[in-house]
């Protein structure tokens, strides 16, 4: 005769299921501090060494400039960490923030209000995240591939809309660029929000842990009922949103809409999320991590310009540290299980291999 085994009690199950987020969050803490620690060291030391060097560095004006120079950056970044949880990439985020400042520059030159220029300037890129997120949706195509090919389009339009020139507006945006709140600039305070704003998101909303969800396996994600086509989609639009934005203070800052303004935003983007913690995979990332890799580049950026030296060096180091970022990564999953090796990531955004099949825009029930 068969004894079955009665089946445990509801508050048993709930403490199993704490135990098993606590002990995931535990993890993911001291993922956490491995990615934080070694950055901040590098912050401090380049500072350091900086201000060592450059009796300008630790100068307000220049404190300043370091802040103005990544907020754009950190605008883009934030988005970009959003998709990338979601296991998704965009690489036109650099050339449609520029159409963004175009379309703008061309408004408000032709006699739109400022107010309304802003709005549409919002929309464009919004309007390309939603088109995104769609065509990857219904079609089953990487992101990857298919914001490759949109690089190109928008640059093409951006040049084709200004001629080749940049389109001046005066100083009629200018406030953005030169306004300060409690001595920090104005253009930084949208970045500080849109970091607050994205925690917020990751952390405590449901599109938030859906994107956490389909980054880490997007087919039991699927399969556990959640949406994913509709928070692929809505992920690219707020994307889309903070483009704009950035879209906007390239355009008070250079006080002209300008068709090579915002060229390789997007591998600088890339670069300052995987730096922070965010996986080419999916399924990780942090605003505390992002803002800590947009910090970094701003301050190796800042710190060569005062120490004179060459643009060309400063892309060779931007460079070199995406290609260890992305290396170091790979490497990291692999120690974890969750990567066989780094020829996975090339796999996983060039191919999909490891992605859901289309569902024709079709959520489960």
């Given at each position: 005769?068969?004894?079955?085994?009665?089946?445990?009690s509801a508050p048993a199950r709930e403490n199993a299921v704490f135990s098993a987020q606590a002990l995931r969050d535990r993890v993911r803490y001291s993922e956490n501090l491995r990615t934080y620690i070694p950055l901040l060291a590098a912050i401090v030391g380049l500072s350091i060494y900086a201000s060592a060097n450059?009796?300008?560095?630790?100068?307000?004006?220049?404190?300043?400039?370091?802040?103005?120079?990544?907020?754009?950056?950190?605008?883009?970044?934030?988005?970009?960490?959003?998709?990338?949880?979601a296991g998704q990439l965009d690489l036109s985020v650099g050339a449609a923030a520029t159409l963004a400042s175009v379309v703008?520059?061309?408004?408000?030159?032709?006699?739109?209000?400022?107010?309304?220029?802003i709005v549409i300037m919002l929309l464009v890129p919004m309007t390309i995240g939603w088109l995104v997120g769609t065509i990857v949706v219904t079609t089953g195509v990487q992101p990857f591939i298919l914001t490759l090919g949109l690089l190109s389009v928008l640059q093409s339009i951006s040049l084709i809309q200004t001629g080749q020139r940049p389109i001046p507006i005066g100083f009629k945006?200018?406030?953005?660029?030169?306004?300060?709140?409690?001595?920090?600039?104005?253009?930084?305070w949208m970045f500080v929000?849109?970091?607050?704003?994205?925690?917020?998101?990751?952390?405590f909303t449901r599109l938030g842990r859906n994107a956490y969800a389909v980054g880490s396996n997007e087919e039991a994600a699927f399969l556990s009922g959640v949406?994913?086509?509709?928070?692929?989609?809505i992920l690219f639009v707020l994307s889309g949103l903070l483009v704009g934005l950035a879209g906007l203070l390239l355009l008070s800052r250079l006080g002209a809409g300008d068709a090579a303004s915002g060229q390789g935003l997007e591998l600088d983007a890339i670069a300052a999320a995987v730096?922070?913690?965010?996986?080419?995979?999916?399924?990780?990332?942090?605003m505390f991590g992002t803002f800590l890799g947009v910090m970094l580049l701003g301050v190796i950026a800042n710190s060569l310009t005062l120490l004179d030296v060459s643009s060309f060096y400063q892309r060779l180091v931007l460079?070199?540290?995406?290609?260890?970022?992305?290396?170091?990564?790979?490497?990291?999953?692999?120690?974890?299980?969750?990567?066989?090796?780094?020829?996975?990531?090339?796999?996983r955004l060039t191919t999909g291999r490891r992605s859901l099949p289309s569902t024709n825009g079709k959520e489960p029930s």
């Open positions: 005769m068969s004894v079955s085994t009665p089946p445990a450059s009796d300008l560095y630790l100068t307000s004006g220049n404190i300043n400039v370091l802040l103005n120079s990544v907020a754009v950056l950190g605008l883009i970044t934030v988005g970009m960490t959003l998709i990338m949880v703008g520059a061309k408004l408000i030159s032709s006699g739109s209000s400022t107010a309304v220029a945006l200018s406030e953005l660029d030169t306004t300060t709140f409690i001595g920090i600039p104005v253009a930084f929000v849109a970091l607050v704003v994205g925690s917020v998101i990751l952390h949406p994913v086509g509709r928070v692929k989609i730096i922070g913690g965010a996986s080419l995979l999916g399924g990780r990332g942090s460079g070199g540290l995406l290609m260890f970022a992305v290396t170091a990564t790979a490497i990291a999953e692999t120690r974890r299980g969750s990567a066989e090796s780094v020829a996975d990531v090339f796999r």
